[in-house]
Nanobody, 123 residues
Framework: QVHLVESGGGLVQAGGSLRLSCEAS????????MGWFRQAPGKEREFVAN????????DYADSVKGRFTISRDNAKNTVYLQMNSLKPEDTAVYYC????????????????WGQGTQVTVSS
């Protein structure tokens, strides 16, 4: 069982930066692939980034490549999403999720979810 709590969301102007954190409870955090997803009003939940359990491999959605960076600190049971050069279209609720298997782009593959944190980018 993994319990996830996101933080770090907020209101930022276009071009600005935010860093999201997701703290996990549970001794097995380091064995999980971690992902970030987002959901804007009226839209489906979409993949943002994921990272393998050791942090050696990452994947990103094309829309965030070069602007967002996912990382993790297994000693702190925390995964991060550094978001730079934010755009109004990045506005959404951001969720972290845990998967006890290979990396996946599909939100249905993930077993555990946080409650989400709102990111709003003004133009």
């Amino acid at each position: 069982q993994v319990h996830l709590v996101e933080s770090g969301g907020g209101l930022v102007q276009a071009g600005g930066s935010l860093r999201l954190s997701c703290e996990a409870s549970g001794r097995t955090f380091s064995t999980y692939t971690m992902g970030w997803f987002r959901q804007a009003p009226g839209k489906e939940r979409e993949f943002v980034a994921n990272i393998t359990w050791r942090g050696r491999s990452t994947d990103y959605a094309d829309s965030v490549k070069g602007r967002f960076t996912i990382s993790r600190d297994n000693a702190k049971n925390t995964v991060y999403l550094q978001m730079n050069s934010l755009k109004p279209e990045d506005t959404a609720v951001y969720y972290c999720a845990a998967l006890s298997g290979r990396r996946s782009y599909y939100y249905t593959s993930y077993e555990y979810w946080g409650q989400g944190t709102q990111v709003t980018v003004s133009s």
